[in-house]
């Protein structure tokens, strides 16, 4: 069965309807946009009778319930119940609206973005030139109906009267639809002008009175899910609808505005969910569809457990979602009963990741676990701090991050996270697919080049984790990170040194050949051999390191000091990167691959800040 149906309706018909409140706007609709040369082309198109495509209209009364909202500028009595939503064709409805339909200027602007109020105009005698013509014969004028020149000065045409119009054969477009009281001052002014004016309505107006719009109306019956999908997909030449901008309107419905919860307004006096979240730098990446998955998840999570209860099995178990659909299926009272809980649960996510170090959002490897993580903690409470239950989490957290598995469409992992994560708190056997699917290439480490990766962030994360010190300040690097000292990943092998050794770029761009290290000492590192410019940090006044106690420093970057101290790239390379690979293996839980590279160390044989000199 179809659920919709294709017609045609007059132009006239439709704007009256939208005028009368029959036709409105669903509250997620954005404003109306239109600049002036939009309007004149939209005119011109009508009265040459050329299509301008159809619009999309949804009928009232089914499951997608929505705030209302009038077209703009149209004004009417309070809960003005419509029979048809506009889905698309806002721009062109609202357009034709205010020109033709209203009587007041319409609030446009220049193609510069400049504010203007304008009254639109045929000149008849133009006009009646037919083709390319018509683009001439429309003329805009301030709200008092005069048109200046020369900076306001001087005024080009007045049309501030009735009389004034017809003298001067200017047609208002506001009369389009309804012009007898103009004519009826037109014939008492001129018959001669008269005439000339009805070869113009036969030719320009009736293109308007009788113009055919083409109408998708969709049946009732449609959901939610599908009016925004179908909403995305004709508007892609606009910002895409998201879903909290669809859920804002539903919640709307019941009186409930969810855009002050998140954003907070000054005027209602509502604090903002988001800004609260925001005082943990961290979570300043997180977003409304985020949020809205992880109050989805626990809302499913609860229908699931209970159908478990009830000894539903198979299909017949509402399942864990975090998918679009089950977003949509939300009503308020269950967004109510959970955005508290969600809210608390990203607030432990902070605390999670400090103890991960990940601090800055900027090193965020991935928001898109943030939603499921905020799910499992908020349940868990105090619970996350157990140190088993704590080293499942992070083994999932580095296997999600290491295993790259957060790019992209992740709506169904996410939900399946939360359901076996909180299952394997408990259960041992019950191990996430996250954990159990996520692998990492020994290669990929000489790959890892891009700053914006998620495992180039996730491992520098750990060898920081780990207790990484600075080359020149005595302090670990989270410590100068916590006291705000510009820090950065710089090459350990210098760039303009291994350009000179004939090191090829991919080879010492890669991690291996990188690490953090504050501004200080990349500055005094600058182009020199490692040997040179380790001997000149430890020989610095403010700096004074035994060889000892420099090379601890050293390890602490999982790099073998005895390899920088000989200049011997590839040695280095080797060793760190075995290294590196035993942090990674050591924080996913479980053993890599073999490499494909020949010259790649043996993870096993290789503990974390070896020395293979």
Known sequence: MSTFDSTKRLLPEILSDIVKGKI??????????????????????IARSFPVGAVMLLETGGEARFQLRPVEGVELPSNTNAELLILDGQQRLTTLTQVLALKSAVKTRTDKGKAIERHYYWHIPTALEGGDRLENAIVAVEPDRILRSNFGRDVALDL???????????????????SDLWESALIKISVE?????????EKVLDAFRNYQLPVIQLHRSTSKEAVCLVFEKVNTGGVPLNVFELMTAT??????????????????????????????????QVETTDFLQA????????KHNSDLAAGKKDKQVAPVSAKRAAILDLELADYLKWAGTVEDGFMLVAKFLRREHVRDPR?????????????????????????KINDKLSRWYWCGVLGELYGGAVETRIANDVDELLQWVDNDTVVPRTVVEATFSPDRLDRLQSRLSAAYKGINMLVLREGAKDFFWKAEIKELDEEDIAL???????????????????????????????????????????????????????????DEAMNAL????????????????????????????????????????????????????????VDVD
């Not at 706007?25 to 946009?33: E, K, Y």
């Not at 991935?366 to 499921?372: C, D, G, I, K, M």
């Open 488 to 546: 950065d990943i710089h090459h350990i092998f210098p760039q303009v040194w291994c350009e000179a050794k004939g090191i090829k770029r991919d080879t010492y761009n890669a991690i291996v050949n990188k690490t953090p290290i504050s501004y200080k000492a990349n500055r005094m590192i600058g182009g020199a051999a490692p040997s040179t410019y380790l001997k000149k940090l430890q020989e610095h006044k403010q700096v004074q390191l035994s």
């Open 193 to 201: 002008k008269f005439q000339t004016y009805m070869q113009f309505r």
């Open 295 to 302: 109050v989805t998840m626990l809302h499913t999570l609860e």
């Open 160 to 178: 501030s009267s009735t009389e004034l119009e017809c003298t001067q054969m200017y047609f208002p477009c506001d009369q389009t639809l309804k």
């Open 251 to 284: 919640f709307a419905a019941d009186n409930y505005n969810l855009r002050d919860d998140w954003y907070g307004s000054k005027q209602r006096k509502v604090v903002s969910r988001q800004e609260r979240m925001c005082k943990e730098p961290v979570l300043e």
């Open 554 to 609: 050293l390890s602490s970057h999982l790099i073998a000091p005895t390899t920088l101290r000989a200049d011997d790239f590839d040695a280095f390379y080797q060793a760190r990167k075995g290294s590196l690979l035993a942090l990674i293996a050591g924080a996913m839980g479980k053993a890599l691959p073999a490499s494909s590279n020949p010259l790649a160390a043996d993870v096993e044989s290789l503990p974390v800040g």
């Open 363 to 387: 090193e965020l490897p991935y928001r898109t676990q943030l939603a499921p993580l905020a799910a499992v903690l908020a349940l868990l409470k105090e619970r996350w701090l157990e140190p």
């Open 24 to 45: 409105q706007l669903p509250d997620f609709q954005r404003g109306w946009v239109w600049d002036d040369d939009h309007i004149q082309s939209l005119l011109v198109s």
